[in-house]
């Protein structure tokens, strides 16, 4: 049976959203993808959260198996599971690290344990478990017929034969000065449990059995080695089979399921990093037909992440573009959280399309395969182009590669000219966005550009009416007036009509 992917609907392949690192740090998805993938450093699935998907089935896909896994009970027995497959991963290691042969052959029979184990009892979850997703429900039949299969019934009957084997194994040790000697057991009267008694007191707070044996276990000294191999020569008939067994089953591991570990990791670690936020998060409903777009509370998640630690709430705000609306123009006062609102819209495009939850309560998009970004860079002595010519070469990059399925982000550009050249220039800009017809958030201090055609939507940033200089962070579709962004500067420089009669006066 063909096992699909957790991550891909059948041969569905993902395209690069952007090529340039400088995308993913002005939406701060850097933030956000590192900061995911820190709970599990050990998978190696960073690679997934910059491979977006450009097609509507496998995002429903993936969107189907995270709904899964919001069953938290169902939740907790996968991320269970990758835990085992992990420590088979550390045995396969360890055996290749240790010297003693016997040794080796003991820790492959407890790996072969923790797998089999693992597997039986992942398959009996995934059975009792509510599934509809594609993904889980393909991994379940995939994981049953293969519990059925002739060569994994012969490892595990092997295996608990063996087991048996070498469980039913009792020897004596006679230590005698720096000597010792070691044969069968005949009965003697056994001191180990007397001496765990006598020693229980001085044990300290509990720990995790199977980490404890792992780690306990890891290394054998000579004395050790020699033991065991004096306990071999005892029972050459069960050690000959152990090493039979690690001879016949040395591949038996089959990589299916630690590429699955590694992959429904992806949607764990995502999970577990936006639980931590407690706010309300959405599966988008998404179009490549219907090209307009509405969110509702949506709000920037690397921003809403780091307020946790401090305690405060991160503002929502609402994005509507419809019928013939394709660009938001974004003005207002300084520090108004408008850099933030284009940031928010951004990440929600991109997180919907790597099939995720975005960070909103409701979003109805429309499939953006593409994400330009051009936020303000500092100037480097090494460039040799003028900070203007540099703005110009990036966005002229944009807009030649640009199709009408992208998403451009502008943010407060051409701030290095004067305002007659800067409105000269955007209006030009504006024209190409409109005639590409993208979709496009433009942050700018140019109130010229929110009503320059049927495409554009005027968004302010808006202030606290009773204290000019406090920020809402409040983003919302109006024309702008300048009034109170010229109030909050004025104030701001002490140029105020109170502030210059209170001078006057004093």
């Not at 709970?39 to 429903?60: A, G, V």
């Not at 790597?354 to 979003?363: K, T, Y």
Request: aromatic share 12%.
């Amino acid at each position: 049976m063909q096992f699909y992917s957790i991550l891909f609907d059948k041969n569905m392949k993902a395209k690069e959203l952007s090529s340039s690192l400088d995308f993913y740090r002005d939406l701060n998805l850097d933030q956000i993808i590192d900061t995911a993938v820190s709970y599990k450093k050990e998978y190696d699935f960073k690679k997934f959260f910059y491979t977006p998907l450009d097609d509507i089935q496998t995002i429903t896909y993936r969107q189907e198996i995270v709904k899964d896994l919001q069953n938290s009970e169902f939740y907790l027995r996968v991320d269970e599971f990758c835990q085992e497959m992990l420590e088979i991963q550390r045995h396969q290691k360890l055996i290749k690290e240790l010297d003693y042969d016997i040794y080796k052959n003991s820790w492959f029979l407890q790996m072969a344990l923790v797998y089999v184990s693992a597997l039986e009892g992942f398959c009996d979850s995934l059975k009792s478990a509510n599934l509809h997703s594609k993904g889980f429900l393909l991994f379940r039949d995939f994981l049953d017929i293969y519990l059925q299969s002739d060569e994994f019934k012969s490892l595990r009957n092997d295996m608990q034969s063996l087991r048996k084997q070498l469980d039913s194994i009792m020897y004596d040790i006679t230590i005698d000065g720096l000597t010792f000697k070691v044969k069968r057991y005949e009965g003697e009267e056994d001191y180990s449990q007397e001496v765990k008694k006598v020693f229980e007191k001085f044990e300290q707070n509990e720990i995790n059995e199977t980490k404890s044996q792992f780690d306990k276990n890891r290394g054998m000294n000579h004395v050790n080695a020699k033991i065991l191999e004096f306990v071999a020569k005892l029972y050459p008939k069960i050690f000959a089979t152990l090493r039979e067994f690690c001879d016949i089953y040395e591949n038996f591991i089959d990589k299916t399921f630690q590429t699955f570990a590694g992959e429904v990791e992806f949607y764990i670690s995502y999970l577990n990093y936006i639980s931590q936020t407690k706010q309300k998060f959405c599966f988008p409903q998404i179009s490549d037909e219907n090209k307009s777009m509405r969110v509702e509370n949506g709000f920037d998640l690397a921003l809403a992440y780091s307020l946790v630690f401090e305690k405060k709430k991160v503002v929502i705000n609402d994005y509507v573009l419809e019928k013939q609306e394709r660009i938001m123009i974004v003005s207002g006062a300084n520090q108004g959280g408008k850099s933030t609102f284009s940031r928010a819209f951004g990440q929600i495009n991109y997180l919907a399309s790597l099939g995720l939850p975005v960070p909103a309560s409701e979003a109805k998009l429309f499939l953006i395969d593409r994400i330009f970004t051009h936020f303000e860079r500092e100037e480097h002595i090494g460039n040799l182009h003028s900070k203007l010519q540099e703005d110009l070469v990036r966005i002229h990059k944009i807009l030649e590669s640009a199709t009408p399925k992208n998403l451009v982000i502008l943010n407060e550009i051409f701030s290095s000219t004067s305002l007659k050249d800067a409105i000269f220039l955007s209006k030009k800009i504006m024209e190409k966005i409109v005639e590409l017809d993208l979709f496009c958030i433009w942050v700018t201090f140019i109130e010229e550009l929110n009503n320059l055609n049927e495409k554009t939507v005027s968004m302010v940033s808006l202030i606290d009416i009773n204290n000019i200089e406090n920020r809402t962070y409040k983003i919302i579709k109006k024309e702008p007036d300048g009034l109170a962004y010229a109030k909050s500067i004025a104030k701001k420089y002490r140029l105020s009509s109170e502030q210059i009669l209170k001078r006057i006066d004093g």
